[in-house]
């Protein structure tokens, strides 16, 4: 069965400082998909990225960048130089190729602190 | 393109009420799904549809829970009775190509049983 695991339920830095939020996923499928979504305090889920089982290269967008080891089945996510606008619930999630369902982890607060 | 619209946004309704949340996707995204969000069991799918036909209902807790898509741009999860358990928010979201894609929230109903 597909699980996702996000073990820091709460974050809190000091802006400027760089953190890192830790997935890890079980499959047993071969071919799966990984996400990372924010939701903001006002509530909507934003997409962050998507990346596919066969694609192990790093991803940086600006400040953000994932980490996805197939080693050790995870799918880390870091932000440099925080800022205020990152606070908010950041979710992993893991869609199995033959499923076709999004499952989400438990969801990380990160509270960034002026 | 709107996004996902989400009606209403908000609902207070006493135990024993039907309620009715109402969907619309994105035009051209060929998947719907439901999620409930809740502190304790955190993002669950409910049911999703492909081309407006449910494929997995697996996730809908119990026969007081239904959910319709009659044509590719509405859809509705209903709750008869309502009861105070089901406080919740209900998200909506749809895909071009189901879990595997990146999928677009609506905004969320948030649903209030007294």
């Known amino acids: 069965a597909q699980k996702v695991t996000q073990a820091q339920t709460e974050i809190s830095v000091v802006e400027k400082e760089d953190v890192t939020l830790d997935c890890v996923y079980e499959?047993?499928?071969?071919?799966?998909?990984l996400f990372w979504y924010k939701q903001p305090p006002s509530g909507e889920l934003v997409f962050l990225i998507r990346?596919?089982?066969?694609?192990?290269q790093n991803e940086i967008s600006g400040r953000y960048s994932w980490n996805f080891q197939k080693s050790t089945s995870s799918f880390n996510f870091t932000i440099t130089a925080s800022q205020v606008v990152d606070s908010a619930v950041y979710f992993c999630a893991l869609c199995e190729d033959s499923s076709y369902k999004l499952i989400f982890g438990s969801g990380t607060r990160l509270l960034v602190r002026p | 393109d709107a996004g996902v619209i989400q009606s209403p946004r908000h609902e207070v309704t006493e135990m024993g009420q039907e309620v009715t949340l109402r969907c619309k996707p994105i035009s051209g995204h060929d998947y719907l799904f439901w999620y409930r969000q809740t502190m304790m069991r955190g993002l669950e799918l409910l049911i999703y549809f492909n081309n407006n036909v449910p494929i997995d209902d697996s996730g809908m807790p119990e026969d007081r829970f239904s959910a319709k898509m009659p044509n590719a741009s509405f859809s509705t999860l209903k709750i008869q009775p309502s009861e105070p358990r089901d406080s919740a928010v209900y998200f909506c979201a749809s895909s071009r190509t189901g879990g595997i894609d990146e999928q677009f929230f609506g905004p969320g109903t948030r649903l209030t049983v007294l």
């Open positions: 499959t047993r499928d071969t071919t799966y998909y």
């Open positions: 990346r596919n089982s066969f694609d192990e």
